[in-house]
Antibody, heavy 119, light 107 residues
Framework: QVQLQESGPGLVKPSETLSLTCAVSGGSISSGSYYWTWIRQPAGKGLEWIGRIYTSGSTNYNPSLKSRVTISVDTSKNQFSLNLSSVTAADTAVYYC???????????WGQGTLVTVSS | EIVLTQSPDFQSVTPKEKVTITCRASQSIGSSLHWYQQKPDQSPKLLIKYASQSFSGVPSRFSGSGSGTDFTLTINSLEAEDAATYYCHQSSSLPRTFGQGTKLEIK
């Protein structure tokens, strides 16, 4: 069964870049028709879709974040990454990675990692 | 962007009760609607995919229905472990969006 695990700094300073990695185990990130996705959730609030990447490198981003987001994939390490630039306190949230079907559900999620933006 | 509106926002229910949560889409999304359960300090877990298909390992008391713009998640014979927040999610168009969530409290 596929498992996903987020990692990265828990504290980022305002105006800097948030960088997270999602390690995939239990299967190759290159196999199957899946999109590898990032979602975030501010404390006590709902879920926000950030964007996704296919193993070909094709990406889709939420227009609300598009100017600041980059998602990349490293098939040799079986992982994908999120970079969010020029962060502010509003970017403080739990960040989840997930595996999604091309036009479907998000069947598998990581446990999430809290990122706080503060000086 | 497609807006998903869930109702109610909060519901307090007793064990063995039947619960219905609705999700309304701002435009037709066919059957591209999925339901997730999120317990405190846990990641969301897929319950129902494509409006009515149960995900592997999900108890049979959870079921979904609907198409187009109106969808329902039903929990038959509620159990204490079902206390959670439930979210709907559409995969019909980009960007993907989620409902605001429905929090279930068990009395």
């Amino acid at each position: 069964q596929v498992q996903l695990q987020e990692s990265g700094p828990g504290l980022v300073k305002p105006s800097e870049t948030l960088s997270l990695t999602c390690a995939v185990s239990g299967g190759s990130i290159s196999s199957g028709s899946y999109y590898w996705t990032w979602i975030r959730q501010p404390a006590g609030k709902g879920l926000e879709w950030i964007g996704r990447i296919y193993t070909s490198g094709s990406t889709n981003y939420n227009p609300s974040l598009k100017s600041r987001v980059t998602i990349s994939v490293d098939t040799s390490k079986n992982q994908f990454s999120l970079n969010l630039s020029s962060v502010t306190a509003a970017d403080t949230a739990v960040y989840y990675c997930a595996r999604g079907l091309v036009n479907g559900d998000l069947g598998y999620w990581g446990q999430g990692t809290l990122v706080t933006v503060s000086s | 962007e497609i807006v998903l509106t869930q109702s109610p926002d909060f519901q307090s229910v007793t064990p063995k009760e039947k619960v219905t949560i609705t999700c309304r889409a701002s435009q037709s999304i066919g059957s591209s609607l999925h339901w997730y359960q999120q317990k405190p300090d846990q990641s969301p877990k897929l319950l129902i995919k494509y409006a009515s298909q149960s995900f592997s390992g999900v108890p049979s008391r959870f079921s979904g229905s609907g198409s187009g713009t109106d969808f329902t998640l039903t929990i038959n014979s509620l159990e204490a472990e079902d206390a959670a927040t439930y979210y709907c999610h559409q995969s019909s168009s980009l960007p993907r969006t989620f409902g605001q969530g429905t929090k279930l409290e068990i009395k």
